[in-house]
């Protein structure tokens, strides 16, 4: 499955670009570690047939994709694209974080200030079993990728409203082909990631600034 976040264009200049070398030879470092210890299995172990899936199915196999037991925030900028793909209104809540450790955002100060609500409610895709995002199938999500929610978009990238800070360990890079980073494998780039976290950070500071949403 390719991931979401597949449209758009921009260029880093230089200090973004040496980030970015510098993320993937850490990623690519991981999976060499995990990579040498699948070639100490036997060639028939199942661990095998899985290093040459891709990431998604694998997860999508083990049904662990990140697209299940999470909260998703919801920007008014999804909303609104989500609502105008959908012809609905009724796939978010206002939650609350299941855990207190949500709110400690000390790398990124303004995060809490731009997505919680006055009562300590954040907007978030619904659930519709427990655990399961209300736009996921056994198909994949029922969104295009310019449709998802922008965290969606992002993941597995990691950042901050300064920057992207890494890349999420969630994924099984130990499963990467040799030929493949985690990037290539998700069909993603750090150019379209920076280009949907500008876009997300665009949004909640318009939201907040319109209408001031935390205590
Ligand atoms: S955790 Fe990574 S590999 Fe797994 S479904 Fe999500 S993006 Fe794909
Ligand atoms: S909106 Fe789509 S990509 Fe995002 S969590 Fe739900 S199913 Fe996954």
Redesign the pocket.
């Known amino acids: 499955m390719p991931h979401?976040c597949s449209t758009g264009s921009g260029n880093f200049h230089g200090r973004q670009a040496a980030r970015r070398y510098h993320l993937e030879q850490l990623v690519e470092m991981y999976a060499e570690c995990s990579r040498q210890k699948v070639k100490t299995l036997p060639r028939n172990h199942a661990k095998w047939k899985e290093y040459f899936m891709r990431l998604c199915a694998i997860c999508a196999k083990e049904n662990r994709?990140?697209?299940?037991y999470?909260d998703?925030l919801v920007s008014k900028g999804d909303l609104e694209r989500?609502a105008g793909y959908t012809g609905a209104r009724n796939f978010f809540e206002l939650r609350q974080p299941k855990s207190p450790e949500y709110l400690d955002q000390d790398g990124d100060p303004n995060w809490n200030f731009y997505t919680l609500f006055a009562d300590g409610s954040r907007r978030v895709?619904k659930h519709a079993k427990p655990g399961i995002?209300?736009?996921?199938?056994p198909q994949?999500?029922?969104?295009p990728g310019q449709v998802?929610?922008l965290?969606?978009?992002l993941?597995p990238v990691e950042f901050t409203e300064e920057m992207i800070t890494g890349l999420s360990r969630e994924c099984p890079a130990e499963h990467l082909p040799e030929n493949e980073t985690l990037l290539t494998n998700l069909e993603m780039d750090l150019d379209r990631a920076e280009l949907c976290r500008h876009q997300l950070y665009a949004e909640l500071r318009q939201e907040t600034l319109g209408h001031p949403k935390a205590a």
Do not use: N
């Not at 994709?65 to 299940?68: P, S």
């Open positions: 979401p994709t990140c697209c299940v999470r998703i989500i895709l995002c209300w736009f996921l199938t994949g999500c029922l969104l998802r929610p965290v969606c978009r993941h």
